[in-house]
Antibody, heavy 124, light 107 residues
């Protein structure tokens, strides 16, 4: 059974940093791309960052480029999101999501499993 | 970025009704369109991929279709457990983008 368990969320002041983790199990982690998708309170879904199965290719949305860094440790089956220079508008539930293929882009790259999410609140 | 215009933003229907949600892409995305269901307080769940393919384990009352840049999601007979917000998502171009969501309620 595929399981994705996020952790690391919490309350942080504007300008602060947090690192989110997503522990994966139930599948061959290194064979699949992974993404972070966030949802601000009462709002829709926003794709934030993605990484290929090997970790050799990454992508960040313009809204977080230069502030967030996605990475993965395939030996630990864990996905990370380092978030720096946090802003009020980064307040959201952050979901990690498994993609069906190795690449985060192209045929088959939809999100087939999601974690339960971790809440990040940026506020002074 | 490709904009996904989803409508309506909310709807209320009776149990057993046929429910239809549409999603229009701002440019050609082939059939790279997925539909997700998000129940209150829960993570999204993949229902339909590549416009019309039913994900394994998803009830057959859910379906999807496409016509050019217009995509349709249908619940053939609305059930109480279908109360949720539904999102379309394109993956033809980066960044991957979602529609604004459709909240489905029971009348």
């Amino acid at each position: 059974e595929v399981q994705l368990l996020e952790s690391g969320g919490g309350l942080v002041q504007p300008g602060g940093s947090l690192r989110l983790s997503c522990a994966a199990s139930g599948f061959t982690f290194s064979s699949y791309a992974m993404s972070w998708v966030r949802q601000a309170p009462g709002k829709g879904l926003e794709w934030v960052s993605a990484i290929s199965g090997s970790g050799g290719s990454t992508y960040h949305a313009d809204s977080v480029k230069g502030r967030f860094t996605i990475s993965r440790d395939n030996s630990k089956n864990t996905l990370y999101l380092q978030m720096n220079s946090l802003r009020d508008e980064d307040t959201a539930v952050y979901y990690c999501a498994k993609q069906r293929v190795f690449s985060y882009y192209g045929s088959g790259s939809y999100f087939d499993y999601w974690g339960q999410g971790t809440l990040v609140t940026v506020s002074s | 970025d490709i904009q996904m215009t989803q409508s309506p933003s909310s709807l209320s229907a009776s149990v057993g009704d046929r429910v239809t949600i549409t999603c229009q892409a701002s440019q050609d995305i082939s059939n790279y369109l997925n539909w997700y269901q998000q129940k209150p307080g829960k993570a999204p769940k993949l229902l339909i991929y590549d416009a019309s393919n039913l994900e394994t384990g998803v009830p057959s009352r859910f379906s999807g279709s496409e016509s050019g840049t217009d995509f349709t999601f249908t619940i053939s007979s609305l059930q109480p457990e279908d109360v949720a917000t539904y999102y379309c998502q394109q993956y033809d171009n980066l960044p991957l983008t979602f529609g604004g969501g459709t909240k489905v309620e029971i009348k």
